[in-house]
């Protein structure tokens, strides 16, 4: 045979082989269809709120009215959160410091 025929069927048959791998991998990640798509919600809700930061203040401000003692207790939590968050990613980068050294 050929040898440019031997190399375009060789070729055909590995484009066939990739579709396939394709299809198979698509159906392997099909289960997570679900969860890229909560992530997705997440992240335009996100998105949606850098645009309209007008939305969180009223939000935050009818809390306040309405509910103070759970709003402070909220940022009581928060700012707890965050501190906890501060002083772990400092330990990471110390790590990572004296992994370098």
Known sequence: MN????????????????AALRDEFAGHG????????????????????????????????AA????????FRWARRSVIVWQAWDRFQGWLASRRRARLH
Not at 32 to 60: N, Q, S
Not at 64 to 71: D, M, S
């Open 3 to 18: 040898p440019q025929v031997e190399l375009a069927l060789k070729k055909q048959r590995l484009q066939l082989r990739s």
């Open 30 to 61: 099909a289960a997570f269809a679900p969860l890229f798509a909560a992530g997705d919600g997440i992240r335009e809700g996100f998105r949606w709120l850098r645009r309209h930061p007008e939305a969180l203040v009223a939000t935050v401000v």
């Open 64 to 71: 306040a009215v309405a509910r103070p003692r759970v709003l």
